[in-house]
């Protein structure tokens, strides 16, 4: 069975501008969540998405957005990106909401200039 | 109290030796206490879990052991390899339905 699949796996963008970022989950998982990664915060929790609604929230601005479509694929947007976007965006997923053993993709790199 | 302290940032061990990587969580809601190992460039992949009902897991190499009523737990990683060079978090989960990460554990094993 293919893992969680993340596109692209590197991008630059400058202040201002704004990304959307894709991920497939496994097939068969239905809950997807986003987690953003740097050196100085460590792995901090964005947003779950289950049956095309998001479910929870972490602790960012409302410029990270996001949205699952039927497929259980989802997308995240950051708009007005800033210096401090900078990092690795990862996608997990698991089977259904409430399961805990979340699997990992290998992420989206963002750099902000 | 979502936090997730983890302990040491570093950690250095030679091959064959015990690496040991602790955990204290505050949030007494967590009913799930996970182990992820990342390296360079790649996502977390899950290495073991242990639920707060069990005071040791084993899995290979590597050992979980919980003590419910310190909140804390910890990873024991025996006969340490160069392969298993890479960082590692605790995190915690519960009813929020999100990972708690701990701050993360760099390991170097030393051939």
């Known amino acids: 069975k293919a893992g969680v699949t993340q596109t692209p796996r590197y991008l630059i963008k400058t202040r201002g501008q704004q990304v959307t970022l894709s991920c497939s989950p496994i097939?068969?998982?239905?809950?997807v969540s986003w987690y953003q990664q740097t050196p100085g915060q460590g792995l901090q929790f964005l947003f779950e998405?289950?049956?095309?609604?998001?479910?929870n929230k972490g602790n960012f601005p409302g410029r990270f957005s996001g949205r699952q479509f039927s497929n259980s694929r989802s997308e995240m947007n950051v708009s007005t990106l800033e210096l401090g976007d900078s990092a690795l965006y990862l996608c997990?997923?698991?089977?259904?909401?409430?399961?805990?053993?979340?699997?990992f993709g290998p992420g989206t790199r963002l750099l902000v200039l | 109290q979502q936090q997730v302290k983890q302990s040491p940032q570093s950690l250095i061990v030679q091959k064959g030796g015990i690496s040991i990587i602790n955990c204290a969580y505050e949030?007494?809601?967590?009913?799930?206490f996970p182990w992820y190992q990342q390296f360079p460039g790649k996502g977390p992949a899950l290495l073991i879990a242990?639920?707060?009902?069990?005071s040791e897991k084993k899995e290979g190499r590597f050992t979980i052991s919980f003590n419910k009523s310190a909140k804390q737990f910890s990873l024991h990683i025996m006969d340490s390899q160069p392969g298993d060079s890479a960082t590692y978090f605790c995190?915690?989960?519960?009813?929020?339905?999100?990972?708690?990460f701990g701050t993360g554990t760099l390991l170097a094993v030393q051939p």
């Open positions: 949030n007494t809601a967590f009913d799930y």
């Open positions: 998405y289950f049956s095309e609604t998001q479910r």
């Open positions: 995190a915690g989960y519960g009813a929020t339905n999100k990972l708690i």
């Open positions: 242990i639920r707060p009902d069990v």
């Open positions: 097939s068969g998982h239905r809950s």
């Open positions: 997990a997923s698991s089977l259904n909401r409430g399961f805990e053993t979340q699997y």
